[in-house]
């Protein structure tokens, strides 16, 4: 259940951006036509040649409503009905000449307005924040797309980054306290002094520009010789259900192999059903398990092996 402060927030920016980029004006970007005529132009500029049906569903419009705008676009000579072909109930809808010359000029003053007034203002690493910000809010309430997921090594100020977030993640979905944080700021602090032989990589996971996930391999902490272990597989929310997780591990075992390793094993808890399946998938087998107490939960920890 929302939280009345998160509710009022939401509908404080809802009204603040209304207002910064414009929506609020009788006509968009200096032309006659409503917010609504804009989007459908859009729409048609971008789909090139399409159907009533298609636009309606992609703007989330009430065909009525849809039908009345097109039949005013089209009484203006900006929209054009083409012939029909095949299924009768759908209309073909394409822009006309004059219609792209008014999506030209909506996309030449989007930009200008884009750039005058959201971005030209701040500072570098200020518009870095803010589209960065649309990015997470883009990812987090669009239906998922068929997205390029890319395998990188990690950036200046990542390592705090994603010890920041696995703590915060850790604390909401399993409630895990500080300690949590201490050990793992330890875990990637231990990575980064480690000698580069043997072999050790992380990995981070990005969609659309956003980090999605990562993991590590080091030599295993017991000193075992030929022995990896993986650490820190975590995926980001927004992006579970995608297969992050599993190109992560997939990753992770391959540089294992090519460097050498005989095994590569892994220590996790039984509660994190998820990570424990893509381990299962990947060909781990459970070596032992033992029960403890920390982060303030009693929790079951379990050793999974996978011999290379």
Not at 46 to 62: I, Q
Not at 66 to 86: F, N, T, W
Not at 100 to 109: L, P
Request: hydrophobic fraction near 45%.
């Amino acid at each position: 259940m929302a939280e009345p402060a998160d509710i009022a927030q939401v509908r404080a920016f809802n009204r603040f951006y209304t207002r910064i980029i414009g929506l609020l004006e009788e006509g968009m970007h200096q032309t006659l036509h409503t917010l609504s005529e804009a989007r459908v132009i859009y729409e048609l500029d971008k789909a090139g040649t399409t159907t009533s049906a298609m636009v309606a569903e992609t703007l989330g419009m009430d065909r009525a409503q849809l039908s009345r705008l097109v039949g005013k676009l089209v009484s203006q000579d900006i929209v054009a009905v083409l012939p029909r072909a095949g299924d009768r109930r759908s209309v073909p809808l394409a822009l006309t000449r004059e219609g792209r010359e008014v999506a030209k000029h909506f996309n030449a003053m989007s930009d200008a307005t884009a750039a005058e007034t959201l971005l030209d203002p701040l500072t570098p690493f200020e518009q870095r924040d803010l589209v960065g910000s649309m990015r997470r809010i883009s990812a987090l309430l669009a239906e998922p797309e068929e997205t390029t997921l890319v395998l990188r090594s990690s950036r200046v100020g990542e390592i705090g980054w994603l010890i920041h977030r696995q703590a915060v993640l850790y604390h909401l979905e399993q409630g895990w306290n500080g300690e949590f944080e201490t050990l793992i700021t330890r875990i990637y602090a231990d990575f980064e002094a480690a000698p580069s032989t043997p072999a050790k990589q992380l990995w981070v996971a990005e969609i659309e520009g956003e980090v999605a996930g990562s993991v590590f391999v080091l030599p295993a902490e017991d000193g075992e010789e030929g022995t990896a272990q993986l650490r820190m597989l975590y995926a980001e929310p927004m992006f579970r259900g995608r297969g992050v997780g599993g190109r992560l591990v997939a990753e992770a075992v391959s540089f294992a192999k090519m460097s050498g390793y005989k095994r590569i094993m892994l220590w996790t808890q039984d509660c994190l059903a998820s990570a424990r399946s893509i381990y299962q998938k990947a060909g781990f087998v459970l070596a032992k398990e033992e029960r403890h107490h920390s982060f303030g939960a009693d929790l079951n920890g379990q050793y999974w092996v996978l011999e290379l």
